[in-house]
């Protein structure tokens, strides 16, 4: 039997924190290794090998964003931020920090915990109003002084398609429920997508097709 995924909490507020308990006990698939509610507290995740941190931004004595450097730093592990904050600026600074997906607190308890597999298997699950955020930034960004970029290997109709809807902030399940395909199908083409383009999320990967001309949304 596949022993469940380690997921490792960071989160000050107590009711918070005992409503994302509540998501990922609710998976068999999943346990609960690490629950902390400071920066200070957190130290210990450090000392775990856990598979996912599930994090806030906004902490009593710091910053989640200093957290996330120093885990990524430290150890191979996934992080997905689950915050009340949705502004651009700090949805990119989270992205660039190194989370590996953004979801806002009012998120339904079924996307929280969709998010939680996606970012394990090695997607980028981002809140819409998040996605749009990061767009909007991305459109404004240094492309028109640059040279856009190469496309070093072309994406084919379908993975174009998939960018597309993940650019509408759809989640693993509902694009492949656009699609008409399965998750597992959703997921060899993420992985297709990451080798031709050489990004490691999908923000990334929405960003680089677009600078490539391969994507217009």
Do not use: W
């Not at 931020?81 to 600026?89: E, N, S, Y």
């Not at 997906?101 to 308890?109: E, I, Q, R, V, W």
């Not at 930034?137 to 240094?142: A, P, Y």
């Not at 989640?171 to 083409?189: D, F, M, Q």
């Amino acid at each position: 039997m596949t022993e469940p995924r380690r997921i490792a909490l960071l989160e000050d507020d107590v009711n918070v924190a005992a409503h994302f308990v509540e998501i990922i006990l609710s998976d068999p698939g999943l346990a609960l290794d690490t629950q902390a509610g400071s920066i200070a507290e957190a130290q210990a995740i450090l000392e775990r090998n856990v598979d996912l941190v599930l994090t806030d931004i906004g902490l009593p004595d710091g910053s989640g964003l200093d957290f996330i450097r120093t885990l990524k730093a430290a150890q191979d592990c996934k992080v997905l931020v689950v915050t009340a904050f949705g502004d651009r600026d700090t949805v990119v600074a989270a992205l660039r920090a190194g989370a590996d997906g953004y979801l806002l607190k009012d998120s339904a308890p079924e996307t929280i915990l969709d998010g939680i597999h996606v970012t394990l298997m090695g997607g980028a699950p981002i809140s819409a109003s998040a996605a749009v955020y990061l767009l909007d930034r991305l459109r404004q960004s240094d492309v028109e002084e640059s040279p856009p970029a190469v496309a070093a290997e072309s994406l084919t109709r379908r993975e174009v398609e998939l960018l597309t809807v993940f650019a509408r902030g759809q989640s693993y399940k509902e694009a492949a429920r656009s699609l008409g395909i399965s998750p597992l199908t959703v997921g060899n083409h993420v992985k297709a997508i990451y080798r031709k383009l050489e990004v490691t999320s999908r923000s990334e990967a929405v960003y680089v097709a677009m600078r490539q001309g391969q994507l217009h949304l």
